[in-house]
């Protein structure tokens, strides 16, 4: 019998203990045969790690029994350096005691407003609630239960800064599930910067997802161009909004450096009810007919991004036999795929 937790576990680690070491992205670039490369490259040398400017950014944290997570998530929002910061916590109806704590955060700090939703709404459309209240010209999702990297959002900007094309950067999580979370490291710090449909394609020929979610940046202008997230998406509705992004905008990443702590534990919705093979699956196939019916179709290359992901997907279906070796495998290789692009980039 494979172990999967402890075997997602080691894979994290490598992750973590390589994310800032060079050397790591060609062997994984090998394992992984990937066709993407990136179409600009700013070498550690180049890099910026803050911006000459304080840039508003809006973290929206959408909170459900999370209260005993809460002030430690707001708290690596606000103590960002070099920028400026709105935090917004919705409170989904929880019946622990995240709206005393929420109201509390923003008593005490002008920065942080409140949303208390008079019925359970659910993480999707709570955080679209928050996103109503964006004054921002970046945004974060930030779930409760994870954390920012000090300088996480001035690294981010500064690359937004140089790169007025990219609509979406990422980074590396580090993953934990220590009580006391990690610091984050940073080495050298580089980019790497793709054209989006180009990043989209390599998106449909993987079929997974490569961000976690906490390590990810947007555009404002993007997201108005391109709408909220969408309900219709359960677990996948980040990957969804990823892939529309990249449709009309440039992506690019932060190598180097840890972006996000994402803690991983055994309450989490990932690691319940979206983890079976089945749902994950189905998630998936939603989130490229939602993609190409949608933004997507005025892609010039469309059908074809449209049948690979379909491809990649019965691929994947195919060499799964049985429901337990379904839901093994699913997991491996969702993590094999992250472990690609974590350490790598591409």
């Known amino acids: ?35 993407l490369r990136p179409a600009t490259s700013v070498p550690a040398i180049r890099a910026a790690v803050a911006p000459g400017r304080r840039a ?6 959408p909170c459900y029994n ?16 070099g920028v400026d910061v709105q935090v917004i916590i919705v409170n989904d109806k929880s019946p622990d005691d995240t709206a005393a704590i929420a109201d509390e955060l923003a008593s005490s700090d002008a920065r942080v407003e409140v949303v208390h939703n008079e019925v359970n709404l659910g993480h999707v459309a709570s955080f679209n609630r928050g996103l109503e ?9 930030l ?13 981010a900007v500064a690359l937004f800064d140089s790169f007025d094309t990219v609509g979406l950067v990422y980074g590396n999580p580090r993953h934990f599930t220590t009580p006391e979370p990690p610091n984050g490291r940073v080495g050298r710090v580089s980019w790497s910067v793709w054209s989006g449909p180009e990043w989209l394609a390599e998106r449909c ?39 529309r992004v990249a449709a009309v905008s440039d992506v690019a990443r932060i190598n180097g450096a840890d972006q996000a702590l994402h803690r991983d534990h055994a309450a989490s919705m990932s690691a319940n009810e979206g983890s079976p093979f089945e749902i994950d699956l189905a998630e998936r196939r939603l989130v490229f007919d939602l993609v190409f019916s949608g933004i997507g179709a005025a892609l010039p290359n469309a059908g074809r991004l449209r049948a690979l992901a379909q491809e990649s997907l019965d691929r994947e279906a195919r060499q799964h036999g049985s429901p337990r070796i379904q839901r093994i495998a699913c997991r491996v290789g969702n993590e094999l795929a992250y472990v690609r692009w974590s350490v790598s980039g591409i």
Not at 5 to 34: E, M, N, P
Not at 229 to 238: G, I, K, M, N
Request: proline residues 3%; aromatic residues 6%.
């Open 56 to 61: 508003l950014v809006s973290v929206v944290i």
């Open 1 to 35: 019998m494979i172990d999967t937790t402890r075997l997602s576990g080691r894979l994290h680690a490598f992750v973590d203990d390589h994310s800032t070491w060079g050397g790591a992205a060609a062997l994984v670039a090998f394992l992984s045969r990937s066709p």
């Open 66 to 81: 999370y209260g005993h997570f809460l002030r430690a998530a707001v708290a690596s929002a606000l103590n960002q350096p």
């Open 205 to 243: 020929r993987q079929g997974v997802n490569c961000i976690t979610t906490p390590e990810a940046i947007l555009r404002m202008s993007v997201v108005d161009q391109v709408g909220p997230l969408d309900t219709r998406l359960r677990f996948a509705q980040d990957m969804e909004m990823w892939c």
């Open 143 to 155: 779930d409760a239960d994870d954390l920012l990297t000090s300088g996480s959002l001035a690294r």
């Open 133 to 141: 209240r964006v004054t921002g010209e970046f945004l974060v999702r």
